[in-house]
């Protein structure tokens, strides 16, 4: 069987992977790549002299124009060999670092020689993988099927909508078994619904009237090149005409209103480009293209790639001031990934194809790094002023400080949990925890920083570690993987510390407390008082939620339900917990303002709070003895000491250019 199969492993010696790939996509461009001399020498002439060759690329060509119905139609044809062979879907996916890949929604699937239908199975223990005989004579096979785009957005939520669509290609493809991603050549092509625009890191080779063929690539680059089309496009330059690498913004709405982007942001977000390229010294893409999708009807993510990152928020995100807070470090974050992610990337996190399992151990550095980064720059490119990021900042310590699931879960065990913790309720997140990789790496690589400026003397800092680790050399997309090791040796070129003693006591064991050394080592005190957050506030409004975390310790839906209590709190003391409604305080129906009112009187009075609370059919009351009043949290100034945190969110090149 395996002397007959097109793309499975086809001999037992331990290189039989390249070995597949050298039979079957020799004429690859990533496949020369791979074939250094000493690997030629090392391989048994009669390994591959016994295997045939085909040297043609696999077409996946997608009609996209049912997209306001969310449904992709896909088309792939796959050159073959008479005999057994297996085909999968990509599984794990990078970026989502999980078993994300949307099987689920792979409908009408059907497998033809020609003219002749090919009967298929699924694998019974491994659900992407689908196994099929091809016929004698055959020399390519053509795999059809339609991806239900309904809930395939990276956060869940549709993928499409009346006027706009966001194609990620591993949804649309199958590829031989036991390939390496590098090695598949692939030749793309789309039918958009008519007369609509897109956006991609892709080469347009042809595009006649609504098809659009792209240039070869390898499977990893397709993967890695996400297309955004829409009725309402608008592109923006980012960089000067002719300057290499060109940088754009591609945005995609549901009305020209939408995409009215203001000549403050733009010029904020040139400032990112530029900002990023002074802080890196050094770039690893030939383009780069900002995918930004703007609407209320899909899902809302930010993903990564090495040219492009794939980005989508509330319709009203450009123009709306609450929204607009909230999402301004989507793109400066999935901008940093080109440089930390995608170029340097945990070894556990770089797989030769989407079949095999990631390891997330290190995503505290993958996404906690580019979350410090991510918020640094969008400071620096003036999207958020230095006020701006500190009140986001003691919303994250805050948080972070009041999580009671650290007393049992270690930092690292959130991220190796990631495949886990992904897409969960509310509920309990607290005692739980969630991906607290991200926000953590806010805090943890800020004590990174104010340490190397005290270490050397002010003569250093993070920058220093940035432009060594994930700057390099300037050139097209490349993968650098990395240990735990090799961080730390990178942090002891720039500044001398014990960095495995600490990163290992941040990440593997377990404390009550958030680590807030950098906060205090920067110049800034995280405090309490009853002044408004902005960000409390315009999450509040967005949302819909009214919060008392750091008070009474919990936060309540629209509808007064509890979303979750956190354990410790004054709240869980009194027996409250998440799923339970709040009906009234202090004897009044629950408003935000009544339990607000109600904060500030038990201060004065110092009588325990009364609430009624509904839970299931049954209503109860319950006395909360909390006197300390509300608890908004914000960053204060210590006085005497270095303001350091000032000096990081500093432009490296000067004010932002008004246009
Ligand atoms: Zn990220």
């Known amino acids: 069987m395996a002397s007959l199969t097109g793309f499975t492993r086809a001999c037992s010696c331990r290189l039989s992977p390249l070995l597949s790939r050298l039979s079957f996509f020799t004429e690859s461009p990533h496949v020369r790549r791979f074939l250094s001399v000493p690997l030629l020498i090392s391989v048994s002439v009669s390994c591959f002299a016994a295997r045939p060759i085909v040297s043609s690329s696999v077409r996946v060509a997608v009609d996209l124009t049912d997209a306001p119905r969310n449904i992709f139609h896909s088309s792939i044809t796959l050159p073959a060999i008479p005999g057994e062979i297996t085909l999968v879907y990509p599984k794990w996916i990078p970026g989502n670092h999980r078993p994300s890949g949307p099987i689920a929604n792979v409908a009408g699937l059907h497998f033809r020689a020609g003219n002749q239908e090919l009967a298929w199975h699924r694998d019974p223990i491994e659900m992407y993988s689908f196994h099929v005989t091809v016929p004698p004579g055959a020399k390519e096979i053509q795999a059809t099927f339609d991806l239900i785009s309904a809930d395939s957005a990276g956060g869940g939520g549709p993928a499409a909508s009346t006027n706009l669509l966001d194609l990620n290609w591993n949804q649309v493809v199958l590829y031989p078994d036991g390939v390496a991603s590098d090695a598949v050549e692939c030749l793309p092509s789309v039918r958009l619904p008519a007369g609509w625009k897109y956006g991609t890191a892709l080469t347009t080779a042809s595009a006649t009237g609504d098809e659009v063929t792209f240039s070869p690539v390898s499977l990893t680059t397709l993967v890695d090149s996400p297309l955004i089309a829409g009725a309402h496009y608008r592109q923006v330059e980012l960089v000067p005409a002719g300057e290499i690498p060109g940088q754009v913004m591609d945005m995609v709405a549901e009305s020209d209103a939408d995409l009215e982007i203001t000549p403050?942001?733009?010029?904020?977000?040139?400032?990112?480009?530029?900002?990023?390229?002074?802080?890196?010294?050094?770039?690893?893409?030939?383009?780069?293209?900002?995918?930004?999708?703007?609407?209320?009807?899909?899902?809302?993510?930010?993903?990564?790639?090495?040219?492009?990152?794939?980005?989508?928020?509330?319709?009203?995100?450009?123009?709306?001031?609450?929204?607009?807070?909230?999402e301004a470090d989507l793109l400066p974050h999935e901008f940093v990934h080109s440089w930390n992610g995608k170029y340097r990337r945990p070894a556990g996190l770089a797989t030769k194809n989407y079949q095999e399992p990631m390891i997330g151990d290190l995503l505290w550095v993958y996404e906690g790094l580019t979350d410090y980064l991510g918020n640094v720059l969008t400071a620096r490119s003036e999207l958020w002023s230095p006020e701006q990021y500190r009140e986001e900042l003691a919303m994250t310590a805050a948080m972070l400080d009041h999580r009671a699931g650290r007393n049992w879960r270690p930092l690292e065990d959130t991220a190796v949990s990631v495949q886990t913790l992904r897409m969960l309720g509310p509920q309990w997140e607290n005692w739980r925890r969630g991906l607290d990789y991200y926000p953590e790496g806010d805090l943890i690589w800020l004590e990174v920083d104010t340490i190397i400026r005290k270490q050397s003397g002010g003569r250093r800092s993070l920058d220093d570690f940035c432009r060594r680790f994930d700057g390099g050399e300037s050139g097209p997309p490349k993968v650098v993987t990395y240990t735990f090791d090799?961080?730390?040796?990178?942090?002891?070129?720039?500044?001398?510390?014990?960095?495995?003693?600490?990163?290992?006591?941040?990440?593997?064991?377990?404390?009550?407390?958030?680590?807030?050394?950098?906060?205090?080592?920067?110049?800034?005190?995280?405090?309490?008082?009853?002044?408004?957050?902005?960000?409390?506030?315009?999450?509040?409004?967005?949302?819909?939620?009214?919060?008392?975390?750091?008070?009474?310790?919990?936060?309540?839906?629209?509808?007064?339900?509890?979303?979750?209590?956190?354990?410790?709190s004054p709240a869980y003391q009194a027996g409250l917990g998440p799923g339970m409604k709040l009906i009234a305080v202090g004897g009044r129906a629950w408003t935000p303002t009544v339990l607000t009112q109600a904060l500030h009187s038990a201060q004065i009075n110092h009588q325990p709070i009364e609430v009624i609370v509904k839970n299931g059919e049954f209503f109860k009351t319950y006395s909360i003895p909390y006197f300390e009043g509300e608890k908004i949290p914000h960053l204060e100034r210590v006085e005497g000491q270095a303001d350091l945190l000032t000096e990081i969110l500093k432009p490296k090149t000067g004010p932002a250019a008004k246009e």
């Open 486 to 568: 090799d961080l730390v040796r990178e942090l002891n070129a720039i500044a001398p510390y014990d960095w495995a003693g600490l990163l290992k006591e941040r990440v593997r064991a377990t404390s009550a407390h958030a680590p807030l050394g950098g906060i205090e080592g920067s110049g800034w005190r995280l405090v309490y008082n009853d002044k408004p957050n902005a960000f409390r506030t315009a999450r509040a409004e967005e949302s819909k939620m009214t919060s008392a975390a750091y008070s009474l310790g919990f936060t309540l839906g629209k509808e007064g339900q509890f979303i979750d209590v956190i354990p410790g």
């Open 264 to 326: 403050a942001d733009t010029a904020a977000y040139r400032k990112l480009v530029v900002e990023a390229d002074a802080l890196f010294g050094a770039h690893h893409y030939l383009q780069y293209h900002f995918l930004y999708t703007l609407s209320d009807s899909v899902g809302h993510h930010g993903l990564e790639h090495h040219q492009s990152s794939d980005n989508s928020a509330p319709g009203r995100t450009l123009l709306d001031p609450h929204k607009h807070l909230l």
